[in-house]
């Protein structure tokens, strides 16, 4: 608030601020700590890694001759514009079809079906269903095949893969990223 004079020429004085009183770092340090134990815990997870725990039986992989000689076996190839059925190759649809177009999915449950039925009753506890997929396929496509193959009574599912110790570092995310 300035103090003002009627004479003109007079000089203006200003009163002096009361002083500032220091500032409390109490709210800083406990936006600190917060921020602290949100980054800890984010970096102790990314630190976990996948490793064998006794308790647990994993599923165990096959090579494709020692798969191919097994009389049980049902190919399922999964392409981006087509999904092929059995040993013979049989156009099944698109793999949008499998979501989609209910008599794709009851064709692809009788194929099943009598492809499980034609297996003699000594080898039904071996066999398998074997998918062959694109890398670009979505996983509920490949979810309906799973399911229709359990429920026509395969026990055995593998999946096609390629071995590659790297895959991590060629791996593409569906981001892009």
């Not at 709210?27 to 921020?35: E, P």
Request: proline share 5%; hydrophobic share 40%; net charge negative.
């Amino acid at each position: 608030m300035a103090l003002r004079s009627s004479k003109p020429g007079t000089r203006v004085v200003r009163k002096k601020a009361d002083d500032v009183q220091g500032l409390s770092i109490t709210s800083l340090l406990d936006v600190l700590t917060i921020i602290l134990v949100f980054l800890i815990k984010n970096v102790s997870m990314e630190a976990v890694k996948i490793s064998e725990l006794p308790d647990m039986i994993y599923p165990t992989t096959i090579t494709t001759e020692n798969l191919m000689e097994n009389a049980a076996v049902t190919p399922v190839k999964i392409y981006t514009d087509r999904v092929l059925l059995g040993n013979d190759n049989q156009l099944l649809g698109s793999p949008a079809d499998l979501t989609e177009n209910p008599q794709v999915r009851s064709d692809m449950v009788n194929y099943l079906r009598y492809e499980f039925n034609v297996i003699p009753e000594d080898k039904k506890d071996d066999a398998c269903l074997i998918v062959q997929s694109d890398s670009n396929i979505p996983c509920g496509y490949i979810t309906e095949i799973v399911g229709a193959a359990v429920g026509t009574g395969f026990a055995n599912i593998y999946f096609a893969t390629l071995e590659d110790e790297q895959w991590l570092q060629h791996h593409v995310s569906s981001t892009g990223k």
